[in-house]
């Protein structure tokens, strides 16, 4: 059997220690490293990733809001999350109106209405003039009611019925001039009447 030289022995074990230790360190710098890589993110929030677009809208919040204006949004935020940029509602607002939930959509306005006030207690609508009297607008042959007709000059609650008979059974007046069909509207009454009628 052949002896072996023990410096050549040394030599290899050298060698193999040497690749062993470039192998270690080849791996070491393939894995991430604390430096490297991002901290995990906390449950429940999500991670977008930075420089994909599309990830943020422009909307414009106008209408009955205390901070209207142009906000950039998230891609995913909702109408309420554009409410609260701007300020959250106004009292008048008239929220109903909105539909919170939807989402927002690039380059869209979102108008947030003001409710209308009703009359104030004690004030009363202004008061149309009877039909047929000074300043009152003329009635309408094809959608006046009894009461309505009834207070014409010259018009009994009989002959208003008939108005009304005489409109169901025809369609409707095509003009003033068929009052003069109706039985009871002579050549004086239908002078009277026509200043205050139209169709």
């Known amino acids: 059997m052949l002896e072996r030289d023990p410096r050549r022995l ?14 270690a360190w080849y791996v070491a710098r393939s894995r991430p490293g ?10 429940g929030i999500e991670v977008r ?31 309420e999350d554009a409410l609260k940029r701007a300020g959250g509602a106004t ?6 109106q909105v539909n919170r939930a939807a989402k927002v959509e690039d380059g869209r306005q979102i108008l947030v209405p003001a409710r209308v006030r009703p009359p104030a207690a004690g004030v ?14 003329p009635v309408n042959l094809n959608t006046a009611t009894l009461e309505q007709l009834d207070q014409l000059d010259g018009v009994g609650p009989s002959t208003a019925q008939k108005i009304l008979d005489y409109r169901q059974e025809h369609g409707g007046f095509g003009s003033v001039d068929e009052l003069d069909q109706i039985a009871g509207i002579g050549e004086k009454r239908m002078a009277a009447l026509r200043e205050h009628v139209r169709v």
């Open 124 to 137: 009363a609508a202004p008061a149309q003039a009877p039909p047929g009297s000074p300043g009152a607008q």
């Open 34 to 43: 604390d430096e490297g890589s991002a901290a995990p993110a906390p449950a």
């Open 91 to 96: 009292r008048r607002a008239d929220l109903s």
């Open 49 to 79: 990733p930075q420089g994909t677009g599309g990830g943020r809208v422009v909307v414009d919040v106008a209408g009955a809001v205390n901070q209207p204006g142009v906000y950039r949004l998230p891609s995913s935020a909702r109408v």
């Open 10 to 23: 040394a030599a290899w074990a050298a060698a193999a220690l040497i690749l062993i230790l470039l192998a």
